[in-house]
């Protein structure tokens, strides 16, 4: 494998870098050598998890070797072949840098050990996962949620008649396996290496993680504050690495919120009134006191009145409801005798009810056997609402949030269907509070990385973090290999416009049917297309269904001639249902040699994370701009509340921040810039993006899509032009053979490899890379050449 010699550090890379790779692992390091934030933006396809890894590795080899439990390197086969009795030494804890690596999902963080076993870096390691992917109890891995959680723990409660098997052996079974992580494993080799043992894989990958010089885990792990407290980090020595950050900023906010229904309150007070019941019943039945039914009586009260004052809330506008800044709420709670000490009295009385209920779903049926019922308790929630509000034992916090109580038609599945209910929420609009805390623990470095952090101002502003090392990189293809245009107009000359006022009329609908007719046409294999809410997608697919049946001489529909070219797939907006299309998408891509089209939603599920390389995204189209509802209530006191902090900035000469309708536009954007990022995934893949929307014509708008994308953006005056353009582009894509040197990165085969003996400086790397751009230049040179002479044969 290749060495690179960046900023004084050996760089083991598994293949030769590209020159946007380079600087990327070089940005890298210097926020680690810096002991500096930094925000660091690649395209998909570059290579950037991989990146990440190595530079972040081959930086913390530069201290130490790795930790080590024994000397020789054993493979997951020889682990679970491992007797328990064999008895070897533990290492001791490594006095290095320790390594978080977090990302979104599971399935993200299996790519990125994927990309880990690639490269030639061996650390001790481990995935920290939830008990629904860890656990192996015959019972309680059947649950979900905090009902599994809770039925776990008191399984491994040693004086308990049913202690768990599998919890008493992991600590033992790590300290007579201390080379469990030393190659890379993930959640299903954990679960192997468990059932293999007999030792619970939740609770050894709690053991290992307290030694390891690298920890994956999803964003919850340290976002939460209680998952981490559970983990046994020395902070001050750490890495935080964000991959797929574009969603932080809203996982942060989201966690540190909440949203109290009329229903959720109910429940509440329905198992107050079991607990009562249940506790009563042990006391006349078995004479135990364990639990008191006055607590239970006071829960029940105060939840009673909580309920009441809800109701009483004045809402003088259903569409604005009732708003108070964030330390209302303990104006409120007090009027009810919730203050910082009874609501920890409370939460104790929580704790009990939750414990007591679990007991009381839990039955000996005959035989002995043990039945555990999967019932979730909504008390827990208003646990967690509690701790939320009195944080800290501190009320400073509420300064970042709004009280809002509003009224909503309850849901299908409420018991309130029909009626009208109220939701109390405590919304915070400052992420920053999360990240705050990392740097009050003395973090050394925080990454975050994705394909679509632009604009990283705001993003920074928003996270209120110092963010000194930044990158906006460019993608590793060519500019061949990407057509990319705004068409302001359709087929008759129609502008295109999804702004309210414009997107309920036939005309529009209509001139984007025939749009959409013609890049179906032009566009080989699969087509994805986004429209900016699931509302306005309906209204079009229905409109384009009866199109053309009132007009006699043509009584094909738009939807017929769309069918004609591509088989469609509309994305669901039940989640259950999405995987039935995804899969129905692949199968008609399959079967249909024209190939199939997605119809979906930004912001929606095809959006976010989903890879649809080569055949399966050879274009996405853009058919508007995604804004956010403006009287949507949070929405609307997200825009007041950043208003009123750029006012209080001004008045304090602190700068002017993030305005409010700064952040409702980037937002908006940083939603396109996802949706177009499905397609073009890899060095030799190819695609179209296709912006129909007028407004995307505005300077102000294109400065805010990825710095990747915008040399490639062409505005077409003429839909014809864009037709044109658009299938000259993809019959050219056909013949395209970019020159190659040996050294360019293939991604489905490992090259050759180079000695390591003696690592390749950047200024070398940097005349390789000259040779080959000399090359692409005159190749180009060519192609232009040849170009020109048939637009002049075509003009005569």
């Known amino acids: 494998m290749p060495i690179y010699n960046i900023r004084g550090i050996n760089v083991d890379f598994p293949y030769e870098a590209y020159d946007c790779q380079l600087v990327y692992m070089e940005k890298v390091i210097e926020s680690l050598q810096n002991k500096s934030n930094a925000l660091l933006e690649s395209p998909t396809g570059t290579g950037k998890t991989l990146c990440l890894l190595c530079a972040t590795l081959a930086w913390r080899r530069s201290f130490g070797e790795f930790s080590r439990g024994r000397s020789d390197k054993s493979s997951i086969r020889e682990i679970l072949s491992q007797s328990v009795d064999e008895d070897i030494p533990q290492s001791q804890s490594s006095q290095f840098p320790t390594i978080v690596y977090t990302s979104r999902t599971h399935s993200q963080i299996k790519q990125v050990v994927k990309e880990l076993k690639r490269s030639n870096y061996r650390p001790k390691m481990v995935v920290l996962g939830s008990r629904e992917q860890l656990c192996i109890h015959d019972q309680v891995s059947l649950l979900r949620g905090k009902a599994q959680t809770n039925a776990c723990r008191a399984l491994c409660k040693k004086l308990t008649k049913r202690f768990c098997p599998h919890f008493s052996g992991a600590a033992e079974f790590v300290k007579k396996n201390p080379g469990i992580g030393e190659d890379p494993i993930d959640i299903e080799d954990l679960v192997n290496i468990g059932r293999s043992s007999g030792s619970c894989p939740y609770y050894l990958s709690r053991e290992i993680h307290k030694d390891v010089d690298i920890l994956f885990a999803p964003y919850n792990y340290l976002i939460d504050r209680g998952n981490r407290k559970s983990l046994k980090i020395d902070w001050k020595k750490c890495i935080l690495i964000f991959d797929e950050a574009h969603n932080l900023e809203s996982l942060c906010a989201e ?417 396109i810039n996802q949706a177009i990022g499905r397609v073009i995934r890899h060095r030799h893949d190819y695609g179209a993006i296709i912006l129909c929307d007028e407004r995307f014509s505005h300077s102000n708008r294109q400065s805010q899509i990825s710095s990747w994308i915008r040399p490639h953006v062409k505005c077409h005056s003429k839909f014809g032009d864009v037709v044109y353009t658009l299938t000259r582009f993809f019959r050219d894509i056909k013949t395209y053979r970019p020159p190659k040197l040996e050294s360019v990165q293939n991604d489905n085969q490992e090259p050759a490899r180079v000695s390591q003996s003696s690592p390749l400086s950047l200024e070398k790397i940097n005349l390789e890379k000259l040779q080959h751009s000399i090359q692409l230049a005159h190749w180009t040179h060519h192609q232009l050449l040849k170009k020109s002479k048939e637009a002049v044969f075509l003009s005569i």
């Not at 909503?408 to 999360?434: H, Q, Y």
């Open 255 to 671: 966690a540190a919120s909440f949203d109290l229904p009329s229903s959720l309150l109910t429940a509440c007070i329905s198992e107050a009134k079991n607990c009562i019941d249940l506790s009563v019943a042990r006391r006349d039945t078995s004479n135990d006191k364990t639990y008191s039914p006055d607590d239970f009586a006071i829960l029940r009260a105060l939840l009673l009145k909580l309920e009441k004052r809800i109701a009483e809330v004045p809402i003088e506008s259903k569409e604005l409801g009732f708003t108070k800044d964030g330390p209302y709420i303990y104006q409120l709670l007090s009027e009810l005798n919730i203050t910082q000490q009874t609501a920890n009295m409370l939460t104790g009385i929580i704790e009990k009810a939750c414990i007591l209920l679990q007991e009381g779903e839990n039955v000996t049926g005959g035989g002995g056997t043990h039945k555990t019922n999967g019932t979730v308790f909504r008390l827990e929630s208003i646990g967690d609402i509690f701790g939320l509000i009195f944080k800290d034992n501190s009320t400073a916090h509420a300064q970042y949030y709004r009280f809002h109580v509003q009224e909503v038609e309850a849901s299908s599945n409420d018991s309130f269907k029909g009626k009208t209910s109220r939701t109390l929420s405590w919304w915070c609009f400052n992420p920053g509070i999360a990240m705050e805390e990392f740097a009050k623990l003395g973090v050394r470095s925080i990454i975050l990385s994705s394909g679509t952090l632009s604009p990283m101002d705001s993003f920074a502003e928003e996270l209120k973090l110092e963010f000194p090392v930044r990158l906006e990189n460019p993608h590793v293809i060519s500019g061949n290999q990407i057509w990319a245009g705004v068409a302001p107009v359709g087929p008759s000359g129609y502008s295109f416009n999804s702004s309210y006022r414009n997107r309920g009329s036939i005309e529009y609908k209509s001139e984007l049917g025939n749009a959409i007719v013609n890049f179906a046409r032009i566009v080989p294999d699969g087509l994805l297309v986004f429209f900016p809410s699931y509302y306005l997608l309906e209204q079009c697919i229905s409109c384009w269904k009866t199109m053309g049946q009132q007009n006699l001489s043509n009584s094909t529909t738009i939807w017929e001639r769309i069918c004609k070219h591509k088989l469609p797939v509309v994305e669901p907006r039940q989640s259950s249902l999405f995987p039935l299309a995804i899969e129905d998408y692949m199968t008609k891509l399959k079967e249909a040699n024209s190939g199939a089209v997605f119809f979906a939603v930004c912001r929606g599920k095809v959006s976010e994370g989903l890879d649809f390389a080569d055949h399966a995204g050879r274009a996405v189209v853009i058919t508007g701009l995604p804004f956010a509802t403006l009287t949507d209530p949070k929405v609307r006191l997200k825009r007041e509340y950043l208003d009123h902090q750029v006012h209080s900035r001004k008045s304090i000469n602190k700068g002017q921040g993030l305005t409010g309708e700064e952040w409702y536009s980037q937002q908006t954007l940083r939603a």
